[in-house]
């Protein structure tokens, strides 16, 4: 019974990642599909070749995409994009969706020096209970002077759903920095701390030369400046 129980869940470890890689993949490209919706009936590839075509939605996706980074990355498309956004600010519900989904946006995108930064442990919610934590920046000043003394800004996420979590102002002595990429601190907090990619031979291996990479490189900026 014991063998059958490991063989089953061997299997289910196999089956259960591609079947929800498959429905995840199906589910966004016909949703992205719908994309082909924005051209006249007269063009869309269905009509134009007699059958329908999987995935050309997300070609389209892409194309528009990469014309308006295009557009915008210039002087006059930075403009109109002002405009814009201006125009939204002055809608009362519009511009505080807006401005939220925006500031998510940007912190996704954004490079990781200028996001997470590092991988950190804190003592939360209380005393004796240690969490994976991101520090994410410097506390303002302003708030630095209330408290009387250094604060840096961290981010604990909740697992298995990091997009959630507390953001907290802490002294710097009060958390434990811990040298490791992290990517390495998204993938425990996504498994619950099944995954401990620590703990493999070749997943160390890369990381150590991921970290001296990073910390070459931090050196050879700071000679530099």
Do not use: C, H
């Not at 196999?14 to 429905?23: D, S």
């Not at 050309?56 to 210039?74: D, K, Q, R, Y």
């Not at 809608?91 to 020096?113: E, M, N």
């Not at 994410?136 to 708030?143: E, Y």
Request: aromatic share 8%; proline share 7%.
């Amino acid at each position: 019974m014991a063998r059958f129980r490991r063989y089953l869940v061997a299997g289910l470890l196999v089956w259960l990642p591609l079947v929800a890689t498959y429905l995840v993949l199906s589910f966004s490209i016909r949703l992205i599909d719908r994309s082909l919706l924005l051209l006249p009936p007269a063009l869309r590839p269905e009509n134009l070749i007699g059958f329908k075509i999987p995935g050309l939605g997300v070609i389209l996706t892409l194309l528009l995409v990469l014309l308006t980074g295009l557009v915008v990355a210039n002087f006059f498309g930075r403009r109109i994009v002002g405009a814009w956004e201006s125009l939204l600010s002055r809608i009362p519900l519009v511009r505080t969706v807006y401005g939220a989904v925006k500031q998510i946006t940007a912190s996704l995108f954004a490079d990781a020096s200028q996001s997470f930064r590092e991988v950190v442990l804190v003592e939360y919610p209380r005393r004796g209970l240690w969490m994976l934590a991101f520090v994410t920046g410097d506390t303002p000043k302003q708030f630095q002077g209330v408290v009387g003394k250094d604060l840096i800004n961290i981010y604990v996420p909740t697992t298995p759903n990091p997009t959630s979590g507390f953001y907290i102002m802490v002294p710097p002595t009060d958390i434990k920095r811990l040298d490791v990429p992290v990517e390495v601190g998204l993938k425990m907090i996504l498994s619950a701390g099944v995954v401990n990619p620590l703990d493999d031979p070749e997943e160390a291996e890369k990381l150590a030369a991921e970290i001296k990479k990073k910390k070459d490189s931090r050196e050879k900026n700071e000679s530099t400046t």
